[in-house]
């Protein structure tokens, strides 16, 4: 549902977007099916929608480094929670050494390498014909604290005041992140979420190097990258809006029927504001563009 404007908005436009939300959404659901059950299909599922995410855009070859990077973490955690474990004697050491030690470093070089030997091709294309990126070479820029700063301030008024993207399906995103903390820290949940925050610091630091002129890109460019994570971010409203099913479910064994049915209106109006923002999004636009005014004040 999130994705349907967006979808229509772009469809007839000649750019690889669709493809890379395509590829990126299917590979990050498969890593975290991987970290819900630890089975290794997913992990090769992941890496191999990766390697066409990377191939498909620029944007995602970045992409590609950015669940890289999360797996590590996830790793080190699990490396760290393996030993703290071990020290209370929940498990012996061949179990650390294992599990812990050369199974992690080999599923964190197969995803890796399976996602990148994919788009190596294009790579070594790139490199022939002296496909270069000025992204690159700017990177250096980010250290100029006074001209970072100027920039974070444009982008902001530009996502909150000249051209809020879809704004009810952001409000209501960092709103379940709030009243469902305790669920967004759980092991998985967290991961998922810490997917998405990379995701969008990447896309942060592109806009704080980029070679071209900000406003610009920014009016070119936002509402396409953001589509390229509202699909996980739809995904995990979904699985704290199960975990939301399931507290619901307590509650009426437990026979509190206001909290009960406060909990459905709860739900109800979400997928309200969700259907409004998708189909009457320019009916109402002029009062959405000022509705972060609002809360900021």
Request: net charge positive; glycine share 4%; hydrophobic share 55%.
């Amino acid at each position: 549902f999130a994705l349907i404007s967006d979808i229509f908005s772009h469809a007839s436009i000649a750019m690889a977007d669709l493809t890379l939300t395509f590829f990126y959404t299917i590979s990050t659901i498969f890593l975290f099916y991987y970290f819900t059950t630890k089975k290794r299909y997913y992990l090769l599922y992941s890496s191999i929608f990766m390697g066409f995410m990377a191939w498909s855009k620029e944007e995602g070859f970045g992409l590609l480094f950015v669940n890289t990077a999360v797996f590590v973490i996830y790793n080190i955690f699990l490396h760290v929670k393996k030993i703290i474990n071990y020290k209370k004697n929940r498990l012996n050491k061949e179990q650390i050494i294992h599990i812990s030690g050369n199974e992690s470093v080999i599923n964190v070089l197969a995803f890796f390498t399976i996602g990148f030997l994919i788009y190596l091709p294009w790579l070594i294309t790139c490199f022939i014909n002296n496909f270069t990126t000025s992204y690159l070479t700017n990177i250096r820029q980010i250290f100029d604290l006074k001209t970072t700063f100027t920039n974070l301030i444009d982008i902001s008024y530009y996502f909150f005041v000249i051209h809020p993207v879809g704004i009810v399906f952001w409000i209501i995103f960092f709103l379940f992140i709030i009243f469902n903390i305790r669920f967004v820290l759980k092991e998985n949940n967290f991961f998922l979420l810490t997917l998405s925050l990379f995701h969008f610091f990447l896309y942060l630091l592109i806009y704080l190097v980029t070679p071209y002129d900000l406003s610009w890109h920014l009016r070119f460019s936002a509402d396409r990258l953001l589509m390229h994570l509202t699909p996980i971010c739809t995904f995990l409203i979904g699985i704290l809006l199960s975990n939301n099913k399931n507290n619901l479910i307590v509650i009426q064994k437990e026979k509190n029927k206001g909290l009960y049915i406060l909990g459905y209106l709860i739900l109800i109006g979400i997928i309200l504001f969700i259907i409004i923002d998708i189909f009457f999004f320019e009916l109402i636009s002029d009062a959405l563009n000022m509705f972060p005014l609002l809360i900021l004040t």
